[in-house]
T-cell receptor, first 116, second 113 residues
């Protein structure tokens, strides 16, 4: 299974600032995703990070607020822009494992963001 | 993707089998049943998946009813480390385009000493 790392693991930020979260995978993958988990809630998909093209955003999420980069098949970044306390969440990167036939997804450890 | 229904919480004695049910009565013929779990403060972990046959791996067994409208995840000998939120997700399989996982609220399993 793919090994995924995220940086930073946690951060405390002031409102109005931006934070960029990095996701690194130990193998080349086609599909990478970014999820958000608000306190006490389940995971919600933000967007699919596409290599070489713009990310595909889910309803309720926009590029201006959550710009995503995917420069190659092992790396992606998610920026949380102009943060407010409502952005306090865990942000998770996941990848699709296409080496077998099952196409399961694997998740990184998450980035715990607190906005004050 | 089809919607799933799971109990909010369950308790299980350590060393006993934990049986976690999931209803997915609107599942389509090309949709698989996936199970993930999330231990506190960690990212979700893939457990097992299946289409219509029962499946077993080193972590768990998955029993899917013949009509595919429900399934049960079985942890044969629960340990304290199995305490987590367990998510049952129905999703189209490989090659079908959308690989998105839609997470519901899951079942919070507490393994009790």
């Amino acid at each position: 299974s793919a090994v995924i790392s995220q940086k930073p693991s946690r951060d405390i930020c002031q409102r109005g600032t931006s934070l960029t979260i990095q996701c690194q995978v130990d193998s080349q993958v086609t599909m990478m995703f970014w999820y958000r988990q608000q306190p006490g809630q389940s995971l919600t998909l933000i967007a699919t990070a596409n290599q070489g093209s713009e990310a595909t955003y889910e309803s309720g999420f926009v590029i201006d607020k959550f710009p995503i980069s995917r420069p190659n098949l092992t790396f992606s970044t998610l920026t949380v822009s102009n943060m407010s306390p409502e952005d306090s969440s865990i942000y998770l990167c996941s990848v699709q494992d296409e080496t077998g036939s099952s196409y399961e997804q694997y998740f990184g450890p998450g980035t715990r963001l607190t906005v004050t | 993707d089809a919607k799933t229904t799971q109990p909010t919480s369950m308790d299980c004695a350590e060393g006993r089998a934990a049986n976690l049910p999931c209803n997915h009565s609107t599942i389509s013929g090309n949709e698989y049943v996936y199970w993930y779990r999330q231990i506190h403060s960690q990212g979700p972990q893939y457990i097992i998946h299946g289409l219509k046959n029962n499946e077993t791996n080193e972590m768990a067994s998955l029993i899917i009813t013949e009509d595919r409208k429900s399934s049960t995840l079985i942890l044969p000998h629960a340990t304290l480390r199995d305490t987590a939120v367990y998510y049952c997700i129905v999703r189209v399989g490989a090659g079908a385009g959308s690989y998105q996982l839609t997470f519901g609220k899951g079942t919070k399993l507490s393994v009790i000493p």
